[in-house]
């Protein structure tokens, strides 16, 4: 807290000097109040260095009186001699490259660490590093930190100082986190968003700025997006969507580039007694097993509801995944965008497990399961709740709210509007055992 106290006045103190100085360099020889103003610098000077041993460790603050009475001597010389000019400049550009470079780095680590009760002071900190005349590495590195403290309470400002900070130092990354991260040697090179300029779920309200999101911080953070994301919620249907979304995986084709295809991962054999849980439930609810898996992923619930004796089917939009599940499985893949897939069957049961979340277009997607599905069936839907307990809990340190890959978050509440205005009847919310923050809805076409 003293930190947080001490630093403004240092660096409001060191910018009168950089400006005092400067009137001295401009007018060393036409103005009669020069010694004055050197005396003034002293005085700052003295203040600054009795100062800096309580906000740096024991070397810095040693050098930072050793260049402070260097200058000193410099201000005595020039008082006395006017022809130590060049020394004085010297001496004076030695203090500011060192106390801009401590200091300033020193009050991006004091707000970076402080705890939330200080989050206030620490801000005012952060503005004051970036009102001054800094080097560009700092600026971005204040700038960066400055976008994750003000994440909630004002997120538009958050949204565009990261992104600029990343514009002003691409190898932002080097600073910001540890040796061993596996975006250490990330350089930022811009990606085309697309910026929804609507609401991509009912089509009907515009947005207001909710939370600026960090995805470059999660481990499936790749390139293809850019490293901050802004959430916008919905003025007329209350739910959250991405402000800044790529381009290029707006509408991902399964026959060009297998974008995103990093994130697949091999089978996992240890959440099938899970998913035997889920489908078990799943059937409770329905007259058939006829079933369609939009977003195969893994294939985990394709094998267990075979195991479960169901007639299988599944759309998945990657060309790779879709068929190595044809190979493994032996079920029918169908490599395609869910919202282009046609079929004259009918399907007693829809599952999209972890799907409605990536989806440009959700209420499109429920629209056609509910067209695919027979006049009895049943949707099984897994996706985030920015509404569950766990969320409530965590706030905004919910490692959701950074997922690069999601378009789109609903709360209960709102994904259970969209279901009943599309001809669906809840019948079954359970909080997901695979996800932290996410539920899992059954509904029956009415």
Not at 261 to 272: A, E, H, T, V
Not at 355 to 368: F, Q
Request: hydrophobic share 35%; aromatic share 10%.
């Amino acid at each position: 807290m003293e930190k947080l106290e001490l630093l403004p006045q240092i660096l409001n103190l060191n910018s009168t000097l950089f400006d005092a100085v400067d009137y001295v360099k401009q007018n060393i020889n036409t103005s009669s109040d020069i010694n004055i103003i050197l005396t003034d610098i002293k005085n700052v000077l003295k203040t600054i260095s009795s100062q800096a041993s309580m906000v740096l460790d024991k070397n810095k603050a040693t050098e930072i009186h050793q260049i402070s009475n260097k200058l000193l001597n410099c201000c005595n010389a020039l008082i006395s001699n006017q022809k130590s000019v060049h020394n004085f400049i010297n001496s004076f550009n030695e203090w500011k490259n060192i106390s801009e470079n401590y200091f300033y780095l020193e009050s991006i680590g004091a707000a970076n660490t402080c705890g939330n009760d200080h989050n206030e002071k620490a801000i005012e900190l952060l503005e004051l590093v970036l009102s001054y005349n800094t080097q560009a590495q700092i600026k971005a590195l204040a700038g960066f930190i400055l976008s994750r403290k003000l994440s909630k309470q004002q997120p538009l400002k958050a949204y565009n100082l990261g992104m600029e900070a990343f514009e002003i130092n691409n190898s932002l990354c080097e600073n910001i986190t540890q040796n061993d991260s596996h975006v250490h040697n990330y350089v930022y090179n811009k990606v085309e968003d697309n910026f929804f300029k609507e609401c991509p779920i009912c089509h009907k309200g515009t947005g207001s700025p909710y939370f600026c999101a960090t995805p470059l911080l999660m481990s499936n953070y790749t390139s293809l997006f850019n490293p901050i994301k802004l959430w916008m919620k919905c003025s007329s249907c209350g739910q959250l969507y991405a402000y800044n979304f790529p381009q290029k995986l707006v509408r991902p084709q399964p026959d060009v580039e297998e974008l995103g295809d990093k994130i697949y991962m091999n089978s996992r054999p240890q959440y099938l007694p899970i998913f035997g849980t889920i489908l078990k439930r799943i059937l409770s609810f329905s007259n058939g097993n006829k079933l369609l898996e939009v977003g195969a992923g893994t294939g985990e619930l394709i094998a267990t509801a075979l195991e479960f004796g169901c007639e299988v089917e599944a759309v998945e939009i990657s060309k790779r995944q879709s068929q190595r599940l044809n190979d493994l499985l032996e079920v029918e893949v169908h490599c395609m965008d869910f919202l282009k897939y046609n079929s004259s069957e009918k399907y007693d049961i829809i599952t999209m497990g972890d799907v409605l979340e990536h989806i440009i277009d959700p209420t499109a997607a429920i629209k056609k399961a509910y067209e695919l599905l027979e006049n009895d069936g049943v949707i099984w839907i897994s996706t985030p709740n920015f509404e569950s307990g766990f969320s409530r809990i965590m706030k905004y340190s919910d490692s959701m709210w950074n997922e690069p890959w999601h378009i789109v978050y609903f709360s209960y509440s709102g994904l259970k509007e969209l279901l009943c205005e599309n001809g669906f009847i809840i019948l079954d919310y359970e909080i997901s055992t695979r996800y932290n923050g996410s539920m899992e809805v059954i509904a029956r076409k009415a």
